[in-house]
């Protein structure tokens, strides 16, 4: 006997478990003006329409999550290629108070002044300094609270600081990304030392002249030479 | 006018949107004869019965993510009480041959002895060497090379290596756990002292003499001093 012939349909194999709504919800962060700020929108669909919300929508059949992440986030902000990584997959049964919805979060990581002016443009969008966020929907503020954790973890122990740094920066200014992300202040001789020893950034022959008359130096960080060293069994690490 | 009768019911405003089954997969680690072994289990439905797969299942319409991992996990293997952490939500459209499932993968760290007779009770499941695994069904071994790149990221900076080791332990024990998850030697003096000074471990009254005459002394990780000190700025690190 032909076993093939034997054997159900394969859609049929699933039938009769439970299909659920999923929504992706991204966690904007941006440095700018010595904070660490958050993007976030005014929801444009009810329930809590025009309440202040993450940048999200739901995913479409075809689509896979990564591909309905790119596309929310650039039809609400109009950014592209930006720092985007996965957080987490929330699946309490009362989040959302119309329907069961899971949603997986995404944390993203933009470098403020090339892009103020198109989300200026996107409509409802804002940077919250994340001292002062406004009240936001469902559970978006613990979504918030995990992505914070989850940058403080990261930012120790991979470069991704510069993400939120234009591509040259100076020590001071890259100090002040981790003051802001820690809300902590940074003891400068030692940040220093740490950052250097890894030699990872490359002096470039220019200096910032807007604080001081002396300056300091412009920095570009080293991608090719981090991907070399971390195939070596190194590993990046700041002291906080 | 009243503007709540003007407001269409609140089940109403999703309608439209696509439905996803959602299954959920766990890579369950242990540690047992000096190597890190994962937990694998004979497919229970078709297709690909009987091949070897990641403890998964369906969530339920009712059901947190959480739950759901707590119940499958229970279920398949009889283990409960475990160090249970959220991997990543896997979203590519054609993962599953059978039809469009998203499915969240959960690491779990498991101390062996404890739980070694429920697990050849529980039907199917088996152990195998993370450097000997049998073919794992759709993308299960990517799912596992996550779970262990997470894994030596995460214990690096947390203490969860004590979950794959009974509640008292040698150093030796320990360094152990550290050389099989990253499958390289490590510096005994340098790895010792990078322990002991976070000042974490008890030493307890006793030895384990089964390996020299001279024995090791069992120490216990103090879990207590662990919060206590990461409330006041500390943080766990062990170079590797």
Redesign the interface.
């Known amino acids: 006997m032909n076993q093939a012939l034997t054997?159900?349909d394969?859609?049929d194999?699933?039938t009769g478990?439970?299909?659920?709504?999923?929504a992706i919800d991204c966690i904007i962060f941006g440095f700018d003006e010595g904070e660490l700020k958050l993007l976030a929108i005014r929801r444009q669909?009810?329930?809590n329409r025009g309440n202040w919300s993450l940048i999200g929508g739901?995913?479409?059949?075809?689509?896979?999550?990564?591909d309905?992440t790119g596309r929310i986030i650039r039809n609400l902000t109009g950014l592209e290629h930006i720092y985007v990584s996965?957080l987490?997959?929330?699946?309490?049964?009362n989040r959302d108070?119309?329907?069961?919805?899971?949603s997986?979060s995404y944390y993203a990581l933009i470098k403020c002044q090339a892009y103020n002016q198109q989300l200026i443009d996107a409509a409802g969008a804002r940077w919250f300094s994340i001292s002062d966020l406004p009240q936001l929907i469902f559970d978006h503020p613990e979504m918030v609270a995990m992505a914070l954790a989850e940058l403080r973890?990261e930012v120790?122990?991979k470069p991704i600081g510069f993400e939120l740094l234009p591509p040259k920066f100076t020590l001071p200014q890259l100090q002040c990304v981790y003051e802001a992300i820690y809300q902590k202040t940074l003891d400068k001789r030692n940040f220093r030392k740490n950052i250097l020893q890894m030699d990872l950034l490359e002096r470039l022959d220019e200096k910032d002249k807007t604080n001081s008359r002396k300056g300091a130096w412009f920095y570009r960080f080293n991608t090719d030479r981090y991907k070399q060293l971390s195939s070596n069994g190194f590993?990046f690490?700041v002291?906080?």
């Open positions: 054997r159900p394969l859609s194999y699933y478990q439970a299909r659920h709504l999923i669909i009810e329930p739901f995913i479409n059949e075809n689509e896979s999550l990564s309905a996965q987490y997959a929330h699946g309490e049964v108070p119309v329907a069961r919805v899971l997986v973890k120790r122990v590993y690490y002291s906080v």
